[in-house]
C-alpha cells in the first residue's frame, strides 16, 4: 500500500450506469473542470487535502473491483484521470489495421505518454488504460463511448468521443484522423505497487520521466 507521505488512497463508489456500469472518484475540484465541458457525477472526495493533491502528490488507486469494461475516473494535480479495465474484445480490436488506419499517431510517436507507455496499448499492463481525460483539442473531457458502432457510425470502434468538436479517441486514447485534436491523449506516469494498485504521479522504478516533457496536454 501506499506510502502516506507520498501518497493517497482513493475510495471508489459506482453511480448508476449508462451504457456501462461506470465508476466515478472524485473530488470538489472537478467542479470547475467538469462544468465547462461535460457534467461528470461527483462521488466522493479523496483524501489528503485537495491543495495537497493539487500541489502533485501521487495517488494510489484500488482497481480489484473495476470490472472488464469499466471505467473510473480519478483526480490528480486537478486534472481527471481515466483508469479503464478493458476487456480481450477491445485490447484485439485496438491492434486490427482497418481500426489503427483511422489514427494520426498510432505508434504513438509524439511524445504524449511515457516511454513505458509508448506501445499499442499504451499502457503498462494491456488490460489497465490510464489517460489524462483532457482533449488536446481546447480542453474539453471526452466521453466514454467504448461500445462500436451506434450513434458515432458503422465504422466508429468504440473509444472517447468529445462533444465540444468532434474529436475522436480509441480505446488507447489514440487520435483519429480528420478531427480538430492534433495529438493522441497523454498518459501520466503511473506504475502497479501491486497487482491491483496503480499510483499515479509516479514511474516505476529505475525510470526517469518528467510528466512535462508531454507535448500537450
Ligand atoms: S475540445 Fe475536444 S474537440 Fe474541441
Redesign the pocket.
Known amino acids: 500500500m501506499a506510502d502516506s507521505a507520498h501518497s493517497t488512497t482513493a475510495d471508489t463508489h459506482e453511480t448508476g450506469g449508462t451504457r456501462r456500469d461506470f465508476l466515478v472518484i472524485a473530488g470538489n475540484a472537478l467542479l470547475g473542470i467538469g462544468a465547462a465541458?461535460t457534467a461528470w457525477p461527483l462521488v466522493s472526495s479523496m483524501n489528503p487535502a485537495r491543495d495537497v493533491i493539487a500541489a502533485g502528490a501521487p495517488i494510489d488507486v484500488d482497481l480489484s473491483s473495476l470490472k472488464p469494461g469499466q471505467q473510473i475516473l480519478v483526480l490528480w494535480r486537478s486534472r481527471p484521470i481515466f483508469i479503464v479495465n478493458r476487456t480481450p474484445a477491445e485490447l484485439k480490436k485496438l491492434q486490427e489495421p482497418n481500426d489503427t488506419g483511422l489514427l494520426r499517431d498510432p505508434q504513438s510517436e509524439v511524445e504524449q505518454q511515457p516511454p513505458y507507455a509508448q506501445n499499442w496499448h499504451r499502457s503498462i499492463k494491456p488490460e489497465y488504460l490510464v489517460l489524462v481525460g483532457i482533449?488536446?483539442?481546447?480542453?474539453?473531457i471526452?466521453e466514454f463511448t467504448p461500445e462500436p458502432g451506434g450513434t458515432l457510425g458503422p465504422g466508429w470502434p468504440g473509444g472517447y468521443f468529445?462533444?465540444?468538436?468532434?474529436?475522436k479517441y480509441d480505446l488507447s486514447g489514440r487520435v483519429f484522423t480528420g478531427?480538430?485534436?492534433p495529438y493522441n491523449l497523454p498518459v501520466p506516469p503511473h506504475r502497479f505497487v501491486n497487482e491491483t494498485t496503480v499510483r499515479i504521479g509516479e514511474n516505476p522504478p529505475n525510470v526517469a520521466w518528467e510528466f512535462g516533457s508531454i507535448v500537450q496536454i
Do not use: D, N, R, W
Open positions: 465541458c482533449c488536446t483539442h481546447l480542453g474539453c471526452p468529445c462533444p465540444c468538436h468532434g474529436s478531427v480538430p485534436a
